[in-house]
Structures are given as structure tokens and as C-alpha cells.
């Protein structure tokens, strides 16, 4: 599966979108999304945890304009932990791409042990046939979101891990695993709530120092086991943009 950057070069920091509201509920949120120059990596279209029984009009349009922005879009698919049956997984995935034309997918709430390795990479390799197939020669995206670091071996079966997803109590003091240093920071997302704008800089600075090259940061707080504070934009995102966009000093 092609890589958003290879071993041992460099992928500039951006966003990942892991799913803002509806479009009819976040309207600016997804227009901003199209700005020129916003350096976002992709976006997740959830529409009604999973791509929904039909077609949704609104989702349709923004989808679209995602698009042509060259923004990837990434249908949302709940793993739950290992528990989804595998035919329910490949029905959203095909869903995703008859009516949203989806760049990939973003496989929530992924597991993260060894034993479960096997199914997920079943999973995966799926998956990767129905993008090839619909797709043909345009790059197509998969991106594990464990929220965790996994058992390494999961790093050979999507384009990138969610190895990070919390609150910044959690963040600020958090250790990388050590096989991380064996891949490139494209490999590695970070998703982090609560995020004073007074720490911003230092957040950034913790996800460089850790290898993390796409990264969704929001002063928005949550509760655990909830996303809502991801639905919507942080209070600083005109600062974030501008933070990326420049570079941090290490």
C-alpha cells in the first residue's frame, strides 16, 4: 500500500480531520477545510457511524469539495476493538465507495494486540483490493486508529497508526515506543483534546519529538470514550494553520 512519505524522508506536519460533524451541523468547520494552503493530510466522513443507509446529499457536497481541494477523504469504519464481524466491515468500505468515492478509510477503535494482527491485516489487504480496484492508479489511504501504541507488527498493514488519542494531561507526559524510531513520522498520527492554546507550541514540539507528522490538536475537552471534542474546530485554528504551515523550531 503506498505510504504518504517512504523511510527516511521527511513528510511535512498537518492536520488529520478524525470527524467533524455533519456539514449541516459544522458547516464552517468543513469549509475551512478547503481553505488554500491548509496543510490538511486527509478528513474522515462519518455520517452516521458508518456511511449511513443511503446516500446523504449534504455529505455528498462536502465530500466533494474535499476533493477538489485535494484533501483525502476517509470513510469511517468502527473496528469495535476486534469485534465487528469482517462482512460488516467490507459492506461500509464498499458503501464509502459507491456513493462517496472515498481515498481510503479510517479504521476506528482498532486493536492493538499480536493476536489480533491476523484479522486485521485480513482486513486491510480487503480493503486495499477494493481501492485498487476502484481507484486504479490513484494513491489510495488506510489509517489504523488504535489510540495507542500497537504491537509493531501493525505498522506493515496500513499507511498510518493512530498512536495517540487522549487528553493533553496524558499527552504532555507521554513516552513514544521505541519501534517507532524504525519508520518515518508519516507513519504516525496524534489526536489530542484539551490543549490549552498557551501549550500549543509545546504540543507540536512533543508530536516532532515523537515521530508524529499528522496531528489533530483542539482546546475543545472531552469525556473518555467520546469524540464530540473533535467535531468541531478548535478555538486556535487559525494558529495552528499558521504553526504548521511555518514549521516549529525543534
Known amino acids: 500500500m503506498p505510504h504518504l512519505a517512504a523511510t527516511g524522508t521527511a513528510l511535512a506536519m498537518g492536520v488529520g480531520v478524525p470527524g467533524y460533524a455533519h456539514p449541516l451541523l459544522a458547516p464552517v468547520e468543513w469549509a475551512e477545510l478547503t481553505r488554500p494552503g491548509t496543510p ?6 462519518n455520517v452516521a457511524e458508518g456511511p449511513g443507509a443511503r446516500p446523504d446529499p449534504h ?15 476517509l470513510g469511517h469504519i468502527d473496528l469495535r476493538h476486534g469485534s465487528r464481524p469482517f462482512g460488516e466491515v467490507v459492506s461500509d468500505a464498499q458503501r464509502f465507495l459507491d456513493w462517496y ?4 478509510f479510517y479504521l476506528d477503535r482498532a486493536p492493538a494486540d499480536r493476536a489480533d494482527l491476523p484479522a486485521v491485516r485480513r482486513i486491510s489487504a480487503t480493503l486495499e483490493a477494493l481501492l485498487d480496484g476502484e481507484r486504479g492508479d490513484r494513491a489510495a489511504h488506510l489509517v489504523l486508529g488504535h489510540g495507542t501504541h500497537p504491537y509493531p507488527g501493525y505498522a506493515e498493514v496500513a499507511d498510518q497508526l493512530v498512536t495517540f488519542s487522549g487528553a ?7 513516552q513514544v515506543a521505541e519501534w517507532t524510531a524504525d519508520h518515518p513520522a508519516g507513519k ?14 509545546e504540543a507540536l514540539r512533543i508530536a516532532r519529538w515523537q515521530g508524529a507528522a499528522t496531528v489533530f490538536f483542539t482546546d ?3 469525556l473518555p470514550g467520546q469524540s464530540d471534542q473533535f467535531h468541531t474546530l478548535p478555538g ?4 495552528i494553520v499558521s504553526r504548521i504551515g511555518r514549521g516549529v523550531s525543534e
Open 220 to 222: 475543545r475537552r472531552g
Open 236 to 239: 486556535y485554528w487559525d494558529e
Open 168 to 174: 493533553w494531561a496524558d499527552y504532555r507526559w507521554s
Open 59 to 73: 455529505c455528498l457536497e462536502a465530500a466533494g469539495k474535499l476533493r477538489n481541494a485535494g484533501v483525502r477523504v
Open 188 to 201: 504516525f498520527v496524534h489526536l489530542v483534546h484539551g490543549v490549552p492554546r498557551t501549550h500549543l507550541e
Open 101 to 104: 468515492k472515498a481515498d481510503g
Open 40 to 45: 490538511v493530510h486527509w478528513a474522515v466522513l
